[in-house]
């Protein structure tokens, strides 16, 4: 085994089955301590002091040993608009920041059933470097079907409230019905809310205005139609009993309508990413498209910011996503700010981003555990297999030094994206080494050959069965 502060490798040469990654600081949602951690055929088999390790030890000396990480907000494209993401680039980018579990829908290939399902995992056989689940749409005249492909395996199904992306919206009607299908499988939802009529409305209004600046995209996506939109969905999760995600919380002010409704019965989680706390409203104006995502970055001020990583801290917002949905410069470029997609990329930087607000202080390392790996598991079924170090648990670790920095570039993005929002900025943490089911699959921030990322079922799967 040689150095891993060198650059040298940390892969065993000729893995003999067990890896233990000895010396190192295991940091859970949980707390923090001096153990180390036996991988034995794929899973944790031991943690403790002073485990005998064999020719295959990791020497994790002075190094920070995380569970890896779930992202369960990602949109990889494939089968899809593969010009803007694939799966092997993608989860290149996921291995390579510690990301060792995803779920992933993409809008322009929507899974609506069950053979939708089949078909995508058939596709995605050997693409994949992280494992990764699947979650499906709802479609306003395919609600009936939603039990099915919930017995076929989707991690959860995503709604949104207003046509984007190609998705339709569901009116609130839609939305009380699919809920209740949801709630009577004990399903999971993912909902992305803001108010049809606002939007619509407000584009209306915009474009007779012959507006074609960057800073529209904050009104045309305004707080209102967000809030209005969350306070309708949160009721009727309420009202339905099922259990529902409220995707990219983008403002302090949301995440208290959500509390609210948690507070009178409905079970919610509310999910953070990176660019509600670190991005600024007013960046749409002098950077347009590359700043164009819904709901946009809200944050003005110093401030604001702080209240979100608070709101992170507290668990009110209960945990983060990247909501990586990339283009290319080019593509950002190509059309007006009407046309170009929504959305950035984000596998490449939220670890980084995390990692560097908890060695400043702005979380422990303990809520970093949590907010990017014990909590998303938890919510959606995947816990204690992922977001978990403990005996049975898959052996997907993170390696991190925390004594070194890096400045996050362009060049470094490995998502097809090429480039980061976050260019330039200073962060504080070092990726030594990912590791997916006891293999090492990406050291000092570059992948590894081959594609070992294999189908996670959803909670929900009546079967096991690969569809390869
Ligand atoms: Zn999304």
Known sequence: MQDQRGGGSLAPEQPSGDLVVAGGTVVTAGGVAPLDIRIAAGQISEIGPGLDGGPDTVDATGLLVFPGMVDTHVHLMDPGPTDREDFPTGTAAAAARGVTTIVEHTHAR??????????????????????????AHVWPDRIRDLPDLWAAGVTFFKLFTCTTHGVPGLNAADTR????????????????????SLT?????????????????????RSREAELVAVAVVTELARLTG???????????????????????????????????????????????????FTPPARARSDTDEETMWTLLRSGKLTHVSSDHA???????????????????????????????????????????????????ARRYGLYPRKGHLGPGADGDLLLIDPDSEEELTDERVLSKAGWTPYAGRRV???????????????????????????????????????AT
């Open 110 to 135: 929507p899974i609506r059933d069950a053979r939708d399902l089949h078909d995508k995992r058939r596709h995605l056989a050997e693409r994949a470097h992280v494992d990764y689940g699947l979650a």
């Open 177 to 196: 019905d699919a809920l209740q299908v949801i709630a009577g499988v004990d399903g999971r939802a993912l909902v992305h809310c803001e108010d049809e």
């Open 200 to 220: 619509s409305t407000d584009e209306h209004r915009l474009r007779a205005a012959g507006r074609t600046d960057g800073a529209l995209v904050a009104e045309w």
């Open 242 to 292: 099922a259990r529902v995600t409220i995707a990219h919380v983008s403002s302090p002010a949301v995440a208290d309508v959500i509390s609210a409704a948690r507070r009178r019965g409905a079970d919610l989680a509310a999910e953070a990413c990176p660019q509600y706390f670190l991005l600024r409203e007013q960046e749409l104006q002098t950077e347009g498209a590359l700043r164009k």
């Open 326 to 376: 990339p283009s290319t410069r080019a593509q950002k470029a190509a059309g007006d700010i009407w046309d170009v997609h929504f959305g950035l990329p984000g596998l490449d930087t939220t670890l980084p981003l995390l990692l560097d607000a908890a060695l400043r202080g702005r979380l422990s390392l303990e809520d970093l555990a949590r907010v990017y790996a014990e909590a998303p």
């Open 428 to 466: 504080r943490g070092g990726h030594v080494a990912t590791v997916l089911r006891g293999r090492v699959i990406a050291e000092h921030g570059r992948p590894s050959e081959g594609f070992d990322g294999r189908f996670l079922p959803g909670p929900g799967a009546t079967t096991t069965k690969e």
